[in-house]
């Protein structure tokens, strides 16, 4: 049970990770390692983290409506592995024993921060690659997406149902080459999915009763004024500089929960 003063500072922080979604992504690196450092055990601070953050990340969605509609065969082919995998990663989640996951967590926000710092770096490849507006960017998704990537989206799906961090940069990627030529049917596409496997999993989370809802609810109205008042400072704060912070947080929060588990003994 956090006291007055902690949800003070869990809103002050998610209303830092509701702005940092909306400049550059990232906002689980900061909200998680801060209910974990609050003693929130981790279980309850991942499906904390998810149930708070996903009404913004959704909102999003809504901004790519017209790139999604040229997409409509693709949404249905990723729908039932988004759903599945989501479905497969909540329910791990909540089979995992606390202290299993406390062993794996400093690794999981290792492996995320990785994923987020080299977002940009493999974002203006795949803009050099494929560009802002091809002119046939939209006749790729007039077919059925290739098998092979559907079954690695659902296993990209069970990681976002589990914990997620990075799965967009993933998912990304996996568009690219699978052929589309649009950055923006491509950013589109990959919130729909992340939506939607953390919907399903967030189902998952609440049936195990892992969500601290008082937190919960913190969380979510300071990640959506965040998210809202981060519209205002786009154009004065470098999205360089946002980046950087949470890659510095994110390594070194993994580095504090690698030494919580192993540094004193």
Known sequence: MLTPAQHVLVAGVAVLAGAANAFAGGGMLLVFPALIGMGVPSLTANATSTVALWPGALSSVFGYRSELANAKQWVLHFAVPSVLGGLVGGVLLTLTPQSRFDQIVPWLVAFATTLFVAQRPVLDLLRRRVGYHAPHAGDITLKKPP??????????????GYFGGGAGLIMLAALSLMGLTNIHQMNGLKLLFAATFNFVAIGAFVAKGLVDWNIGLTMGVGAIAGGLGASRLAQKVPQSWVRASIGFIGFGSASWLYYQQHGRG
């Open 147 to 160: 098998l092979a990537f559907v079954v690695f989206h659902f296993f990209i799906a069970i990681y976002g």
